[in-house]
C-alpha cells in the first residue's frame, strides 16, 4: 500500500451534501451517494489540520471487509455500481480511489447503536457514579477496561458536528423509533458485535465497545450503514497488552490523543499540526488493525 493523503476531496462533478470529521458524502442520483473516507484524524471532537497517510483507504478496507461478513446477519448499503461509472474522469477519480464507496441512498435513523462488551470511557465514568451505564445496572467491583458478563446496548442521541453525542437508554430508542424498529436495532447491534468480537479476538485484538449505524430501505427494512467496526468507530485493543485496572493502548488515535494532552492547547479548533512521529506511529497502528483482522 503506497503512502499518500487527502485531507479533503474535492469531486466537481457531484454534488457534496455533507462533510464530517472523517467523511465527505456526495450526491450521485435519487438511488445513491459516494462515501469518501479522508485521511482527517480528530481528537476530542476537534479536526486536525495533519492528514494520516492512508487512513482513509484503510477505514474503508475495514469497513468493507466486515459489512461482506456480517451480509448474513443484516443487508447493508453496498452497491455494486462501479467508480468508473460514477466518476469516469480519472483525473478526478484518482485521489479517492480506495478510499470511495457506492451506496445505496437510505433513511438514516437518529440513533448511535453502541454496544459495550468492557468497560471503559464514558461506560466507566457513569458506572463509577451511578453502578449502572445507560440505566443498565452492572455488577459492583468491577475495575476499569474489566470485560462485562454479556456485552450491553447503550445507545447515544446524534449531535450534530463538534457538539457530543449523549447517551440515552433502551427506552428514548424506543420514543425515537417505536417498539418493533428499536428491539430490531438493539438485537441487530448485539448480535453484529458478537460475531466481529469472537472473530477479532482470534486474531489478537479486543473489540471493547462498537458504534454502529443503520438506515431504512424504500421497504423499510433495517440496513447497516456508514463505517463498520473500524478502529474509529470501535476500541481496538491488543489482546497481548490486556490488563483490567488499567486504560489499554488502542489501535487508534492513542498516539494523537496522548500528544495533545503534553500540548497547552485548549482543545478547541483550530487543531495544531501533529509531528512526523506522531503521525507515522498513528499511521502503522491503523496498518496493523487493517492486517491482522483481514491478512490472516
Sequence with gaps: MTMSSLHTSQLSSLKLIHKGKVRDNYEIDDKHMLIVTTDRISAFDVIMPTPIPNKGAILTEVTQFWLKKLNHILPNQLTDLPLEQVLPDADERRPVENRAMVVKKLKALPVEAIVRGYIIGSGWKDYQKTGAVCGIKLPAGLQLADKLPEPIYTPSSKAAVGEHDENIDYDATVKLLGEDLANQVKQASLRLYKEAADYA????????????????????????????????????????????????????????????????????????????????????????ALERLTKS
Design 201 to 288: 479476538l482470534e486474531r489478537g485484538i479486543i473489540i471493547a465497545d462498537t458504534k454502529f449505524e443503520f438506515g431504512l430501505d424504500d421497504n423499510n427494512q433495517l440496513v447497516l450503514i456508514d463505517e463498520v467496526l473500524t478502529p474509529d468507530s470501535s476500541r481496538f485493543w491488543p489482546a497481548d497488552q490486556y490488563k483490567p485496572g488499567s486504560s489499554p493502548m488502542s489501535f487508534d488515535k492513542q498516539f494523537v490523543r496522548d500528544y495533545l494532552e503534553t500540548l497547552d492547547w485548549d482543545k478547541t479548533a483550530p487543531g495544531p499540526e501533529l509531528p512526523d512521529d506522531i503521525i507515522n506511529k498513528t499511521a502503522e497502528k491503523y496498518r496493523e
